[in-house]
């Protein structure tokens, strides 16, 4: 079964731009959430999306938006990029919110605001 | 609100010397706990995990038992090789699964 994908891997943008980064989950998996790591405030909750509707969303500004399709697959768009939105994006999935099982990742995004 | 706490790297240790990464976690009720690896380049990969208190999560020769009593989740291996070099993440999901909550990751890099 193929892990969960995301693409682009890499990203450069300019400052005052905006993005789209996308995320295919492990087929059969419902539930995408999606995480920011940075050097300084490590890894932190963006939001989770499960049949299409954003089910949980962490504390990040309202540039940061997401949603998800019917397939589950899942799309985050920043507007009005800073210099500070420079960092990896990672995607994960499971089959439902429900599940207590862990949270499969995928290789992530590096995207860099210039 | 929830959080984990985890020891300041970076670990250097020799090839087939013992290791303990320290974490402990607040939180409320009854988390799962996790511990994930990050190689240089790549996503989180999961290492081991544990949902209950008492619970030994174990994977590739890591261990770490779930102890409510000190709110701990240390991970440990008796004989680290050269590809173990890498950021581990200790871990929590509260009860409801929300989300996960992450230490801030400690390098391990051990040489031959």
């Known amino acids: 079964k193929a892990g969960v994908t995301q693409t682009p891997r890499y990203l450069i943008k300019t400052r005052g731009q905006q993005v789209t980064l996308s995320c295919s989950p492990i087929s059969g998996h419902r539930s995408v959430s999606w995480y920011q790591q940075t050097p300084g405030q490590g890894l932190q909750f963006l939001f989770e999306y499960f049949s299409e509707t954003q089910r949980n969303k962490g504390n990040f500004p309202g540039r940061f938006s997401g949603r998800q399709f019917s397939n589950s697959r899942s799309e985050m768009n920043v507007s009005t990029l800073e210099l500070g939105d420079s960092a990896l994006y990672l995607c994960a999935s499971r089959p439902t919110p429900a599940d207590r099982v862990e949270q499969y990742f995928g290789p992530g995004t590096r995207l860099t605001v210039t | 609100g929830d959080s984990v706490t985890q020891m300041e790297g970076p670990v250097t240790l020799s090839e087939e010397a013992f290791l303990t990464i320290n974490c402990t976690y607040t939180?409320?009720?009854?988390?799962?706990l996790f511990w994930y690896v990050q190689y240089p380049g790549e996503g989180l990969q999961l290492l081991l995990k544990a949902t209950k208190a008492d619970d030994k999560g174990s994977n590739k020769g890591f261990e770490a038992t779930y102890r409510k009593e000190t709110t701990s989740f240390h991970l440990e291996k008796g004989s680290v090789q050269v590809s173990d070099s890498a950021v581990y993440f200790c871990?929590?999901?509260?009860?409801?699964?929300?989300?996960?909550?992450f230490g801030t990751g400690t390098r391990l890099l051990v040489s031959p």
């Open positions: 939180a409320t009720g009854y988390p799962s």
């Open positions: 871990a929590l999901s509260d009860q409801g699964f929300q989300k996960l909550v």
